[in-house]
């Protein structure tokens, strides 16, 4: 089959793939390939036993594959015979030296670009969809473009918005896409390129077309507003917890006024996620470097109430269950960072253990999706944590329930039949505010939930 252009990705994760998938499903003109060079995450593409479950992706993988999607870990044959090259490597916190703790690690980035020039014979755009700090491109491009073979490279910044556990509704329905070019005659024709490939299915009103620095910012901005507005609302529900307000009825209130409006205001134990603390982290990071002090200490008050709400949830435990959580068994309803995914990167659950340990607690975690990865995450602690796939199993002879994540199913366990199973006085701590608590108090458990006394 001739494909009118091939696409490449670099990078099979979270974001690749899904993203990757639904422009292959939308596109049959294109072929698009994805590349990696984790090998296990290759092979498991190209099985039914995908390397990141997301609802509604194995339909979408199976509908394309083969035909105008593929995967490979060739890289270098597929960087040369590309037209465009999506970026989607990851780009986490630095762990040493300068910035350590709150730049981004640019390693993996910067080693693609470098395989991008050697590997390739003619010109390509080259897309940004990993999230990077703001002007990154211009790195880039120095790298790409001081090449000897006189190929000449645009870069494009597409950062993604998708949220995992909902990323191919996401990606088949964008709010907005954005796409960020060098304002040069080169650089509107490759905005266009890449705007081209959405047209296909997102209608053009929704796709938003600007400078090249302002979508790399917009994405850092995007993501910094939404973790803010959790960090605002878990604020007010440690206010709620000591005045007698309820924080679901704050939220309802004040979420009905169209100006604020009613989204991502459920307070919660914290959020997780492998980027709202790593994007907030380098915005910080680029205020301070730019002598932006009382902008970076803003931002970063954001993450220090994410971790106030962490530590003051299990301090409530700690408090409710008789200021000793020694030898008690607690149980950890949910490990993954929010329902529908297995992903477990940031998870306050992760937190959570690690404090009820230290009580020297005896933790057993439950989660219908991610126990893989907590094992992963919880290797150091060995058998003094307990993974259990079944919930009712999980739960007999406990002391505690905490609910770390909000999967539907614990929407609708029947609590009686875990109460009757477990040691009283029974407690629950729901640290996602999703069961009916006068219901809960009913069967006998004494309950707590996120702002509300
Ligand atoms: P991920 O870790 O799941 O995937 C990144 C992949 O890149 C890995 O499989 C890794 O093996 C591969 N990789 C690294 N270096 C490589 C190289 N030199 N050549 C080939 N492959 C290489 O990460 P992710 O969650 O998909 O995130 C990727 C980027 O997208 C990050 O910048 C992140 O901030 C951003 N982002 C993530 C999400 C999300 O929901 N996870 C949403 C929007 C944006
Ligand atoms: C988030 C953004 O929503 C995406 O737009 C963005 O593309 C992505 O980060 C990214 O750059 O990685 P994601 O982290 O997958 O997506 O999931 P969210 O739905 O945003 O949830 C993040 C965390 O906040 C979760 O732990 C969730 O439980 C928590 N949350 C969310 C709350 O505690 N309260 C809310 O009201 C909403």
Not at 162 to 174: F, H, M, V, Y
Not at 184 to 197: L, M, P
Not at 208 to 226: G, H, P, T
Request: net charge negative.
């Amino acid at each position: 089959m001739n494909f009118q252009k091939k696409i490449l990705c670099i990078g099979a994760g979270y974001v690749g793939g899904p993203t990757m998938t639904v422009i292959a499903d939308h596109c049959p003109q294109y072929k698009v390939t994805i590349v990696d060079i984790n090998e296990e995450k290759i092979a498991a593409w190209q099985t039914d036993e995908l390397p990141i479950y997301e609802p509604g992706l194995l339909d979408v993988v199976k509908r394309t594959r083969g035909k105008n999607l593929f995967f490979s870990t060739d890289i270098v044959k597929e960087i040369d015979e590309a037209d465009i090259i999506f970026v989607s490597v990851n780009t986490p916190t630095k762990t040493f030296g300068e910035g350590k703790g709150k730049a981004s690690d640019l390693q993996y980035l910067e080693k693609t670009a470098h395989a991008i020039v050697a590997a390739s014979n003619s010109a390509k755009i080259i897309v940004e969809k990993s999230t990077l700090p703001v002007r990154t491109a211009e790195a880039l491009e120095k790298i790409l473009n001081s090449n000897e073979k006189g190929i000449h490279f645009e870069v494009v910044s597409n950062p993604e918005f998708l949220a995992e556990g909902t990323a191919i509704r996401d990606l088949e329905n964008p709010d907005r896409v954005l796409v960020g070019s060098r304002e040069t005659e080169e650089g509107f024709k490759a905005r266009q390129t890449v705007v081209d490939i959405y047209k296909n299915w997102v209608p053009d009103e929704r796709i938003i077309r600007s400078n090249v620095w302002s979508s790399e910012l917009s994405k850092l901005v995007a993501n910094a507003f939404l973790a803010q507005r959790i960090s605002s609302i878990n604020s007010i529900s440690a206010l709620c917890e000591k005045t007698g307000a309820d924080v679901t009825e704050i939220s309802r209130a004040i979420g009905a006024d169209s100006r604020i409006g009613n989204k991502f205001l459920n307070a919660s134990i914290g959020f997780g996620g492998s980027c709202f603390k790593k994007d907030i982290l380098n915005l910080v990071y680029i205020s301070e470097t730019l002598g932006l002090t009382e902008v970076a200490e803003y931002w970063e008050n954001v993450i220090k109430m994410n971790e106030y709400q962490e530590k003051r949830f299990v301090k409530r435990m700690l408090v409710t269950m008789f200021n000793t959580l020694a030898n008690k068994k607690i149980v950890l309803f949910g490990f993954a960072f929010k329902a529908d995914t297995g992903d477990t990167r940031e998870t306050p659950a992760y937190y959570v253990a690690k404090m009820l340990l230290e009580e020297h607690a005896n933790v057993f975690i439950t989660d219908p999706k991610a126990l893989k990865n907590a094992k992963i995450d919880l290797a150091e602690f060995g058998d003094k944590v307990n993974y259990i796939e079944d919930p009712y199993e999980a739960a007999k002879e406990a002391d505690a329930i905490a609910i770390m994540t909000e999967w539907n199913l614990y929407k609708t366990l029947d609590y009686k039949k875990i109460y009757d199973s477990m040691r009283k006085p029974a407690h629950l701590f729901d640290g996602r505010n999703i069961l009916n608590l006068s219901q809960i108090e009913e069967i006998g458990f004494d309950s707590h939930a996120i702002g509300i006394q």
